[in-house]
């Protein structure tokens, strides 16, 4: 049997729940340092280092957290709905403490919940893509109940991760881990919500779509 069939509904949350943690744990160790040298250190110069710290990694963790929740949570009861406007907040907040600048094209509406994860989620797909920045550019047509989303990354020697191209078109991933699981959950989402994932390398870019499957 095949390890994503294999994958019990218990698996797959402990997987996402190991990967928030893993993201979270850059800027709250950061933190911690920072509060560490603020009892350590007598100098005006390091303690005012140690808030410029603090404060920057208290802002990058509140901001992937609050990424997480919409991405990764329930974000609702089942058929609720989530308003764009919100999920671009979550996504400018995330994007900036990366590389890449967010372009986002999405005018505001209300939008099924799995429809809004999924996009979140391909986000940070597309943000794997541009490893030393450049831009991601969000589009979405159709209506809300029935949309289909084009992200475009593009920077300096965009690429493809390994693996991701084939578990985004269904195949099955060499291992399910910690590390692979959000291009499977991304997967998962889609075919909940009735979409087909594509990723291809065009020239300066990487361009991702998300389509209905009817």
Same mark, same amino acid.
């Given at each position: ?54 404060? !920057? ?6 901001? !992937? ?15 609720? &709905? ?30 099924? !919940? ?50 991701? !191209?084939?578990?985004?078109?269904? &195949? ?43």
């Amino acid at each position: 049997m095949s390890a994503l069939k294999e994958l019990s509904s218990l698996d797959l949350a402990a997987l996402v729940a190991s990967r928030v943690c893993h993201d979270i744990i850059s800027p709250v160790g950061a933190i911690t340092n920072g509060l560490e040298v603020l009892d350590e250190e007598g100098s005006e110069d390091m303690r005012e280092f140690a808030m410029d710290l603090i404060r !920057k990694s208290a802002r990058q963790a509140s901001a !992937k957290l609050q990424f997480a929740r919409l991405a990764f949570g329930a974000a609702g009861s089942a058929g609720a &709905e989530i308003d764009l406007g919100d999920a671009q907040v979550v996504a400018t907040g995330f994007m900036e403490n990366e590389k890449s600048d967010l372009n986002w094209q999405l005018t505001r509406h209300l939008m099924p !919940k799995n429809y809004v994860k999924l996009l979140l989620n391909l986000i940070l797909i597309a943000n794997q893509c541009v490893p030393r920045g450049g831009e991601i550019r969000v589009e979405m047509e159709g209506e809300p109940q029935s949309p289909s989303f084009t992200l475009h990354a593009s920077g300096l020697n965009p690429r493809i991760p390994l693996g991701m !191209k084939e578990t985004l078109g269904g &195949e099955e991933p060499e291992r399910v881990d910690a590390h692979s699981v959000q291009p499977i959950y991304t997967l998962l989402l889609a075919r909940e919500s009735g979409m087909v994932l594509t990723i291809d390398k065009q020239e300066e870019l990487v361009k991702i779509t998300a389509l209905p499957t009817d």
